[in-house]
């Protein structure tokens, strides 16, 4: 099981640090990735960690702004996210990728979480 937190309503130029946490079994060989979809737009692919946390992916829209990292320890996924814009508005999601890589297809993630809200104003 994966649940996210952190999500809220921030004015433009804020920034929210979003935790995902892994519960039930063991993610540490998992690559983790979230994802965010805003209303009635499709689901997109935000930021991905490999399972050592060695590489890093992100979608261009968010690079230099958002930060992914992980805590094996405590089975926990981590996205900073600065400078939001309202147009990061989105319900984001983490999740678990089997292969290890934490990359950008959605398809190769095996568990979700249900999401958080963010949403920002300008």
């Known amino acids: 099981q994966l649940v996210e937190s952190g999500g809220g309503l921030v004015q433009g130029g804020d920034s929210l640090r979003l935790s995902c946490v892994a519960s039930g079994r063991t993610f540490n060989s998992y690559g983790m990735g979230w994802f965010r979809q805003a209303p009635g737009k499709e689901r997109e692919f935000v930021a991905g960690?490999?399972?050592?946390?060695?590489?890093?992916n992100y979608a261009d829209f968010v690079k230099d702004r958002f930060m992914i990292s992980r805590d094996n320890a405590k089975n926990t996924v981590h996205l900073q996210m600065n400078s939001l814009k309202p147009e990061d508005t989105a319900v984001y999601s983490c999740?678990?990728?089997?292969w290890g890589e934490g990359v950008s297809d959605a398809n190769r993630y095996e568990y979700w979480g249900q999401g958080t809200q963010v949403t920002v104003s300008s």
């Open positions: 960690i490999s399972w050592n946390g060695h590489i890093k």
């Open positions: 999740a678990a990728d089997s």
